[in-house]
T-cell receptor, first 113, second 118 residues
Framework: SQKIEQNSEALNIQEGKTATLTCNYT??????LQWYRQDPGRGPVFLLL?????KEKRKERLKVTFDTTLKQSLFHITASQPADSATYLC????????????FGAGTRLFVKA | DTGVSQDPRHKITKRGQNVTFRCDPI?????LYWYRQTLGQGPEFLTY????????KSRLLSDRFSAERPKGSFSTLEIQRTEQGDSAMYLC????????????????FGDGTRLSIL
């Protein structure tokens, strides 16, 4: 069956450390993969997009990697801050036609001061 | 604020009633999406519009659900004969039209309408 999985357990890290979140997918061939941030009671906010032929993307303190062999994307936040505390969602658009974006359930990140 | 706007933010209704939600996308965006999100889950795709044309619907979208986007501007999502299982956050997103389906344009989300069925 097709699945997109993120760590269901919350990630707790100390301020200043690097947070690494994982997104694994099964039986999808993504055209691209996106990462979003979601705060309680708010809609998701786009962070980064990486295409199937790209290995890594960076934006300020954020970095995304994409390994189509492992069927995995890693999302890194360096020099984390308490303001980075939120739920992070990965989402993919299958390379099979259509416009249906598939979201993971998200990983909750807590950054302690 | 020129972001995606959704109305109302909260809706409480009794089971069996009909409800309608509105989404105003970013004005120059011709792509519009509806999602449903329950607690602890990611958004689930419901339907997609390109301009006024509804090009894709999820199997989640039963015949009690209908969405429209007249004139390719705002969109409405109606749920008829609501059921307890319809309680969720309904999210709308929009994105610019790009060159083809795989144009890497991110989706901009509104803050959703939270529906509670009594």
């Amino acid at each position: 069956s097709q699945k997109i999985e993120q760590n269901s357990e919350a990630l707790n890290i100390q301020e200043g450390k690097t947070a690494t979140l994982t997104c694994n997918y099964t039986n999808y061939s993504p055209a691209y993969l996106q990462w979003y941030r979601q705060d309680p009671g708010r809609g998701p906010v786009f962070l980064l997009l990486i295409r199937e032929n790209e290995k890594e993307k960076r934006k300020e303190r954020l970095k995304v990697t994409f390994d189509t062999t492992l069927k995995q994307s890693l999302f890194h936040i360096t020099a984390s801050q308490p303001a980075d505390s939120a739920t992070y969602l990965c989402a993919l658009l299958p390379n099979t036609g259509g416009f249906k974006t598939i979201f993971g359930a998200g990983t909750r990140l807590f950054v302690k001061a | 604020d020129t972001g995606v706007s959704q109305d109302p933010r909260h809706k409480i209704t009794k089971r069996g009633q009909n409800v309608t939600f509105r989404c105003d996308p970013i004005s120059e965006h011709n792509r519009l999406y509806w999602y449903r999100q329950t607690l602890g889950q990611g958004p689930e795709f419901l339907t997609y519009f390109q301009n006024e044309a509804q090009l894709e619907k999820s199997r989640l979208l039963s015949d009690r659900f209908s969405a429209e986007r007249p004139k390719g501007s705002f969109s409405t999502l109606e749920i008829q004969r609501t059921e307890q299982g319809d309680s969720a956050m309904y999210l709308c997103a929009s994105s610019p039209g790009g060159s083809g389906r795989y144009s890497n344009q991110p989706q901009h989300f509104g803050d959703g309408t939270r529906l509670s069925i009594l």
